[in-house]
């Protein structure tokens, strides 16, 4: 009943969540296709994909002075520009135009990702309820609906361009959900703190690290089952699939884990969790044991960067809030300016295997940076409803 009643409180952003899930579900699934008909190398479809994380960050930069801005029409405004910048992608067989393509609709997903997150972080901050691992597992529900739908219009014959047109048209019919004003905070009386900048620095790597890791497993798990393991269309978005099935799985139960436990526990045995689960999809000699690993890695890095995000939610004075997440999130989604690299990089050195090894170290270095904000006093929310 908790995850029902989180998703009922916070439906606005959820549907925010959703969207961006469903985008790039299907994008992950389609990567094989997008590669081949771009004619580019593992490590060239790595830089193409800076594009990407060129306009995530320099989105989420402006995205606090935006959402002042566009006030309780923050979350359309985003939406809508996400849904247009995804009506290119698909169609581009011209790799300066694909990488064009990808800086706006990094920009938009920024712009809509840190927008929602707010949203989550205030309505936590006027209840009391931990809303942030519920909103990201109904990202993880769409995401992995949107990779299995993907992955049978590829059997299909229906050319990806088409595909993310589909799910533009959803996007646009769900924009009246998304009208949702930020909150109004009460800046504490007489405030005269230093900036926290430790705090967003060390919430900030977390994120970094999962959503790298996130990123890696995402885009080249379909590959690595169809090229390394030898499956197809189908079983290659299997691993997407199962990737956001599991994280779905481990965001609805850390729904549940992060109103009973403090988030730093939790970030430490996820992140040992998600490294045991790469190495097995790393070293599987068949396409049924990558899943199994996938499926363990989904569930240990599902709830790194949400319950990163809403705790630098937490250890930030109310009317810094939103400006600090926006940080977190920038840091955060910088993760995709080395994600696609380094993975391309070392698959087309050492191999895939070697690739996936990479993304287990990485994972383990959040459990540092975890006990290193264990140190820093929770502050108490202070918005009015």
Request: proline share 5%; net charge positive; with cysteine.
């Amino acid at each position: 009943m908790s995850i029902l009643s989180a998703l009922t409180l916070s439906r606005r952003p959820a549907t925010g969540f959703v969207i961006v899930g469903i985008f790039w579900g299907g994008f992950a699934a389609h990567v094989p296709v997008l590669k081949a008909q771009l004619g580019a190398s593992d490590a060239l479809f790595g830089l193409l994909l800076l594009g990407t994380a060129a306009g995530l960050v320099s989105s989420m930069w402006l995205a606090p002075r935006l959402d002042r801005t566009l006030g309780a029409r923050g979350m359309q405004v985003a939406a809508l520009a996400l849904a247009l910048a995804w009506l290119f992608p698909g169609h581009m067989s011209v790799q300066v135009l694909f990488f064009v393509s990808l800086i706006f609709v990094g920009g938009a997903s920024g712009l809509l990702d840190v927008t929602m997150n707010a949203r989550v972080s205030d309505l936590e901050a006027q209840t009391g309820r931990s809303l942030m691992n519920a909103n990201h597992a109904i990202f993880s529900v769409a995401y992995a609906v949107a990779a299995l739908i993907s992955g049978v219009t590829r059997e299909a014959g229906i050319p990806p361009g088409w595909v993310f047109t589909g799910f533009s048209v959803v996007t646009i019919l769900l924009l009246p959900v998304l009208r949702m004003a930020p909150a109004a905070v009460e800046p504490e009386v007489g405030y005269a703190g230093a900036y926290p900048l430790w705090p967003i620095l060390l919430s900030g790597l977390v994120v970094l690290v999962a959503f790298m890791s996130e990123a890696t497993v995402e885009a080249w798990s379909a590959l690595h089952v169809e090229r390394t393991l030898g499956g197809g269309a189908v079983q290659g978005a299997l691993g997407p699939t199962m990737l956001g099935i599991t994280m779905a799985v481990g965001r609805f139960s850390g729904q549940v884990v992060a109103e009973r436990l403090r988030e730093v526990p939790v970030i430490v045995g996820a992140s040992l969790l998600s490294a045991c689960g790469v190495i097995l999809a790393a070293v599987a000699p068949v396409p049924a044991l990558a899943y199994i690993g996938f499926g363990i890695f989904g569930l240990g890095v599902s709830v790194v960067a949400p319950m990163g995000l809403a705790l630098v939610g937490k250890l930030v004075a109310p009317h810094l809030r939103t400006e600090a997440i926006s940080r977190a999130a920038v840091m955060g989604f910088s993760g995709f300016f080395f994600a696609p690299v380094f993975m391309g990089l070392v698959s087309e050195l050492f191999g895939l295997r070697a690739a996936f090894g990479g993304v287990a170290l990485l994972a383990l270095c959040a459990v540092p940076l975890a006990l290193a904000l264990g140190r820093y006093p929770l502050r108490t929310a202070q918005i009015r409803p």
